[in-house]
């Protein structure tokens, strides 16, 4: 008997949570489970497309009626045995769409949400579909305790910490174009030490606090440059922030792009400065690359990285401390060198 897997998203491009949900859609037992996704947007349909999985688009992003009642008759015409959701509103879509169906229900956090703190009205709606979830996983011990602290009702016994993996083999397929060219391709300067950023440009990404450090880091090492890979809503107001430095040169924003690995590669440096975040897929590719990584403690980020072991943990949200362990990786390559290769002594690909 086969088994039709739905793995719902409300996203509308090709995030950590899309990869995540396309790794594991890729290597389910095709014997033994059928699976297909709804996605927000026709972009990261697409991607689903590209791998031959089927994909359909209906935004449940604001748990409108008619978005819900357009899943529900998927979920019929489909059969449905399963729904994977990612993340809060998905999870909810899900199980109002399903309401009456014998369908099992799985919930994933993808990470801490700040909402959990507050009486918000996403944290009462969450709290009250919590526990009709078959199970919840959450990418990280620490997640899951952060989780269970903000929602103390919730039944501990169906929340299980499930840690962020990806496919190794990605890396391998992937096209990626010989650093030199790649540069030339895009305007980037061929002999200029690369700090690099890969994400959504919004307030918990702390993308702020990396433009402050490297506006300090840059005045005494005038051959390094920051490239910034990603869209949103913060991105006039970091944009700004370069303008008044006057470093706008030395900061390239690159907007969305898809080619993740070809910036990875010619990165010498990838750092992560959020606020919160769960296990980040970002810093799973960066460390398989070979690329070092800083970035700040949070979320369950501290379970796969050690400090100066295989990778550079930063405690408090502080530009010096930032600009220090810039300084230390950018002065001390040998030492480095050492911790990049002690990467795959930890990191399960």
Not at 99 to 126: A, P, Q, T
Request: aromatic share 10%; charged share 25%.
């Amino acid at each position: 008997m086969v088994y039709t897997v739905l793995h719902l998203l409300s996203t509308k491009t090709l995030n950590g949570v899309g990869k995540l949900a396309l790794d594991i859609c890729k290597n389910l037992d095709k014997d033994i489970f059928q699976t297909i996704t709804v996605c927000a947007g026709d972009e990261l349909k697409s991607c689903f497309k590209e791998e031959s999985i089927e994909s359909f688009k209906i935004d449940i992003s604001n748990l409108n009626i008619i978005g819900i009642l357009k899943l529900r008759k998927l979920i019929k015409n489909e059969n449905i045995s399963l729904i994977h959701a990612h993340d809060v509103c998905a999870s909810i879509a899900a199980k109002l769409a399903s309401v009456s169906m014998n369908i099992i229900l799985i919930s994933h956090i993808h990470g801490e949400y700040d909402w959990l703190k507050n009486n918000s009205i996403l944290k009462i709606i969450d709290r009250i579909f919590r526990d009709k979830y078959d199970l919840s996983l959450v990418c990280s011990k620490n997640d899951r305790e952060f989780y269970c602290k903000y929602n103390s009702k919730c039944d501990k016994d169906k929340v299980i910490a499930l840690p962020n993996s990806f496919d190794l083999g990605q890396i391998n397929k992937a096209n990626i174009i010989f650093s030199a060219d790649f540069k030339s391709l895009n305007n980037i300067p061929k002999d200029k030490y690369i700090f690099g950023y890969i994400g959504r440009l919004i307030d918990l990404k702390g993308i702020d606090l990396l433009i402050n450090s490297f506006y300090l880091f840059q005045k005494k090492n005038n051959n390094s440059i920051l490239i910034i890979v990603g869209e949103g809503e913060e991105k006039e107001r970091l944009i700004n922030l370069a303008i008044k430095y006057n470093i706008l040169t030395k900061i390239y924003f690159m907007g969305y792009r898809r080619d993740v690995y070809n910036w990875l590669n010619i990165f010498d440096c990838f750092i992560l400065p959020s606020k919160r975040e769960g296990l980040p897929l970002i810093i799973l590719e960066a460390m398989a690359m070979k690329k070092i990584v800083i970035s700040m403690s949070v979320g369950g980020i501290p379970e796969l990285i050690v400090n100066n072991y295989n990778g550079i943990l930063i405690e408090e949200r502080e530009h010096q401390l930032l600009l220090k362990s810039m300084e230390y990786i950018y002065e001390n390559k040998r030492e480095i060198s050492k911790i990049i290769e002690n990467v795959f002594g930890i990191i399960k690909v």
